[in-house]
């Protein structure tokens, strides 16, 4: 009789485990900050684009000036920087109307422009003559996100998930004071302070759902983290078409990222975090609240009464009798292979990524419309990242997403440039490869890594992704030497990432550790039985 009462209390707790509506309830809320901040990390391909514009020229234009050229602009005078210098003696006798023979032979640097618009900071903050600057928004911004990404990892491990997600979410919104400021250095600080504050959501939040979610759920975990980040991006593109104003933009995208201050009440702690830091009673708390939502058939009281030890028994969590250290993970030769070749794939994903969202800019058709295509080739790559994770394993699809990523974009590079149909058909296709890497290896990372260390190894991968996302824009210089020398460049790290996984075990089948020892202690038993 004990024994079948022992087994009936323990198919209860795994009930616990279930995906039901407590844990659908909790990856809706952490994929709604995961929008809003991807919003935040595109800001810039529209809040800093560049405006046309040229030198304005108070004694030729008039009331109204336009930024065409007009028909009295000098030949060989750079209408965006340069501004002529009207000759007072031809422009008296002309009765104070320009033409060509109206100027010195003398130009001086331009001071004042006419724009086409007041769509971007470009305008706002008079940056004409100064492309650079308004390029430079966006590699401050990524900047920003190293240095979050640095340390949020670190800090969701010590201090938890739950106070990490919420302030990364609320943090952004100190983006608002950019539609108050006037000088462009101070909007570079604000740019840099919002990513600072905000970006690390991505290392916690994917950390948060696949430890809400559970085993079963582990890759779904890693889809749905990618599908928040592309439908943030859509709604972005659609925000900024249809506002185009950045004030206007700023205000609607920033504003309601105060109201996940609520998220102090709604939002729950990982229990295998609060678990393996001892926080037992929080814990509890939590599966209480579980039972409650999902209905299940365990009551608190059957909570309560279990020991702590019986309970990390049941949820297969090892306590850390001692905190492991940065000494640690330096010091294991497994992890410090498997740190490596993530942090690669992270960059190599990164890179390619957002360097073909650089390059997608040579697809014809409207600015907006070509960045929500890009953004939409994204999901159906998440799709088959999902079937094919669970079908062929975590690795192994790495690596064909690699190697047939690099293998689309070396045949579009040399395909004829009168087959433009071909040419983007295999862009998209090169694009899908990677976007089926970079949700992988999000997912691939989280279980390669324990429980003690795996906010501040995510953080360490999401890193090495920000400097591929930084080194991507600069990509396009490339094309002055060799047309194709972009995509030799994407090949040639793809595949160096597909072969570094080589040195990496198959997670599918195992389970999720919680400890550097107990990762080191499967690697001796796999070893052993070689």
């Not at 996940?260 to 709604?266: D, I, Q, V």
Request: proline share 3%; charged share 20%.
């Amino acid at each position: 009789m004990t024994a079948t009462t022992d087994k009936s209390a323990t198919d209860s707790f795994k009930d616990l485990e279930i995906f039901g509506k407590f844990q659908l309830f909790q990856y809706l809320l952490i994929c709604l900050p995961i929008m809003m901040v991807s919003m935040i990390h595109v800001n810039y391909i529209f809040v800093a684009e560049d405006v046309n514009h040229r030198c304005l020229v108070p004694e030729c234009d008039g009331s109204n000036p336009t930024v065409d050229i007009p028909e009295w602009w000098p030949k060989d005078v750079d209408p965006k920087c340069f501004r002529p210098i009207v000759d007072d003696t031809k422009y008296d006798l002309t009765n104070k109307t320009c033409s060509k023979n109206s100027f010195v032979e003398v130009i001086e640097d331009c001071r004042e422009w006419i724009y086409e618009d007041n769509n971007s900071i470009v305008s706002t903050l008079n940056l004409g003559c100064q492309s650079w600057k308004s390029t430079l928004v966006g590699s401050i911004h990524n900047a920003g996100m190293i240095v979050s990404m640095s340390i949020t990892g670190w800090i969701a491990d010590k201090v938890g998930r739950k106070p990490t997600i919420i302030i990364c979410s609320i943090g952004g919104a100190v983006g608002l004071i950019k539609v108050f400021v006037t000088n462009y250095y101070v909007y570079l600080a604000i740019e840099f302070l919002e990513s600072v504050l905000a970006s690390g959501l991505y290392t916690v939040a994917v950390v948060l759902l696949i430890e809400v979610g559970g085993d079963s759920k582990r890759v779904m975990a890693g889809v749905i983290f990618s599908y928040a980040v592309y439908v943030g991006e859509v709604l972005f593109a659609f925000a900024a078409m249809g506002l185009k104003y950045w004030k206007t933009i700023v205000l609607v995208i920033y504003s309601p990222m105060l109201l996940f201050l609520s998220y102090t009440f709604l939002l729950r702690e990982s229990i295998r975090w609060q678990m393996i830091r001892g926080k037992m009673d929080e814990a509890k708390d939590t599966l209480k609240l579980i039972t409650k939502f999902n209905k299940l058939d365990v009551s608190a009281q059957e909570i309560t009464e279990v020991s702590n030890t019986d309970l990390r028994f049941k949820f297969n969590v090892m306590v850390q009798k001692e905190k492991e250290k940065i000494k640690d993970i330096v010091n294991s030769k497994e992890m410090m292979i498997r740190l490596t070749v993530t942090s690669f794939c992270f960059f190599t994903s990164s890179f390619i990524y957002y360097g073909l969202m650089v390059h997608s800019v040579l697809l014809p058709g409207n600015k907006y419309t070509n960045f929500v295509l890009a953004s939409l080739t994204s999901f159906p790559g998440d799709l088959i990242a999902f079937y094919c994770f669970n079908k062929f394993g975590r690795r192994v699809s790495l690596q064909g997403g690699y190697i047939f990523s690099a293998i689309c974009l070396v045949v579009q590079t040399y395909s004829p440039d009168s087959i433009t149909w071909l040419k983007i058909l295999l862009f998209l296709l090169g694009k899908l490869g990677t976007c089926v890497c970079f949700t992988g290896i999000y997912t691939y990372s989280l279980e390669l890594f324990p429980t003690s260390v795996r906010g501040s190894m995510v953080g360490c991968g999401n890193t090495a992704a920000r400097v591929g996302s930084m080194l991507a824009p600069l990509t396009p210089l490339l094309i002055r030497h060799l047309t194709a020398l972009p995509s030799i460049l994407f090949s040639c790290t793809a595949v160096i990432a597909a072969l570094l996984l080589a040195l990496t075990p198959e997670t599918k089948t195992l389970p999720m550790f919680d400890t550097i020892a107990q990762v080191e202690s499967h690697k001796v038993k796999v070893m052993t039985h070689l």
